[in-house]
């Protein structure tokens, strides 16, 4: 398993500039927040690859800043806005396969009244239809403002899709009052990719290792589902104050997931 840090870990240093953070920090492997439409171009994602290149890092996933606009691109009855946001997403994936990426981050729609889960289910289809065409994935993040707060909306796209990806976010499913085991237990074997922080009884996201969260059952049960994916950091930029936090994260994580392997053989 690949381990790294996600850019959105510096917000609001600029794209590259947190890239290059990531990189020297430590970071296996990557994901790449995308936080403007002019950082979609050609030439800036060129600059991208050039860093990426530089240092042979991985890139496992792209995080669009568009996540906020989703509801209103997939969700809603206008058909339009649906096409439009296909053709918005389809620069992603372009851009997540020149970056030598597999997944493509998805929020999804709001938690509110009248949500259709049904809808929801029909719509991931296409977008999951979309990335497919390119060799790609949409993988499916629990967020807690989301409808993807609750495990029932997991099991409804595994059931429609067979080759769904999920992406555990730990604090996220702390915010949605549900606890990582039931997380993992509807994800199954369709969970890709992890967004990984500590946490204690105080607060939802800290580093790894000044919070409460029991690493090596959380590890234990990735080996035991036979994990084959990354696992990035993704901390809130009010969650630290230096950059040896994010160092020692990393490192920690390293250890934990080797100490899961030798308690297991």
């Given at each position: 398993?690949?381990?790294?840090?996600?850019?959105?870990?510096?917000?609001?240093?600029?794209?590259?500039?947190?890239?290059?953070?990531?990189?020297?920090?430590?970071?296996?492997?990557?994901?790449?927040?995308?936080?403007?439409?002019?950082?979609?171009?050609?030439?800036?994602?060129?600059?991208?690859?050039?860093?990426?290149?530089?240092?042979?890092?991985?890139?496992?996933?792209?995080?669009?800043?568009?996540?906020?606009?989703?509801?209103?691109?997939?969700?809603?009855?206008?058909?339009?806005?649906?096409?439009?946001?296909?053709?918005?997403?389809?620069?992603?994936?372009?851009?997540?396969?020149?970056?030598?990426?597999?997944?493509?981050?998805?929020?999804?729609?709001?938690?509110?009244?009248?949500?259709?889960?049904?809808?929801?289910?029909?719509?991931?289809?296409?977008?999951?239809?979309?990335?497919?065409?390119?060799?790609?994935?949409?993988?499916?993040?629990?967020?807690?403002?989301?409808?993807?707060?609750?495990?029932?909306?997991?099991?409804?796209?595994?059931?429609?899709?067979?080759?769904?990806?999920?992406?555990?976010?730990?604090?996220?499913?702390?915010?949605?009052?549900?606890?990582?085991?039931?997380?993992?237990?509807?994800?199954?074997?369709?969970?890709?990719?992890?967004?990984?922080?500590?946490?204690?009884?105080?607060?939802?996201?800290?580093?790894?290792?000044?919070?409460?969260m029991d690493f090596e059952a959380f590890f234990r049960r990735l080996r035991q589902m036979n994990y084959g994916g990354d696992m990035v950091l993704e901390l809130y930029q009010d969650s630290y104050s230096n950059s040896s936090q994010?160092?020692?994260?990393?490192?920690?994580?390293?250890?934990?997931?080797?100490?899961?392997?030798?308690?297991?053989?």
């Amino acid at each position: 398993m690949n381990i790294g840090i996600s850019t959105a870990t510096f917000y609001p240093l600029e794209t590259e500039q947190a890239l290059d953070q990531a990189i020297r920090l430590g970071s296996d492997c990557v994901e790449i927040f995308f936080n403007a439409f002019c950082e979609t171009t050609p030439e800036f994602v060129r600059q991208l690859k050039r860093q990426l290149e530089a240092y042979e890092i991985k890139v496992t996933s792209i995080h669009p800043f568009t996540s906020g606009m989703e509801p209103m691109f997939f969700f809603s009855n206008y058909p339009r806005r649906f096409s439009d946001g296909m053709e918005i997403y389809k620069r992603y994936f372009e851009i997540l396969g020149e970056l030598g990426g597999k997944y493509l981050i998805l929020h999804g729609h709001h938690n509110k009244p009248g949500a259709s889960m049904e809808q929801y289910v029909e719509r991931y289809a296409r977008l999951h239809q979309l990335g497919r065409s390119f060799g790609l994935y949409v993988a499916q993040e629990n967020v807690a403002r989301c409808l993807s707060r609750y495990p029932q909306l997991f099991e409804r796209i595994a059931q429609a899709v067979p080759d769904a990806k999920f992406t555990l976010d730990v604090k996220q499913a702390i915010r949605s009052g549900v606890t990582v085991e039931q997380m993992l237990d509807v994800m199954g074997e369709h969970l890709a990719h992890i967004h990984i922080s500590d946490n204690s009884p105080q607060c939802d996201c800290l580093p790894v290792g000044e919070g409460t969260m029991d690493f090596e059952a959380f590890f234990r049960r990735l080996r035991q589902m036979n994990y084959g994916g990354d696992m990035v950091l993704e901390l809130y930029q009010d969650s630290y104050s230096n950059s040896s936090q994010l160092t020692n994260s990393i490192e920690r994580l390293r250890r934990l997931w080797e100490s899961s392997e030798e308690k297991q053989g």
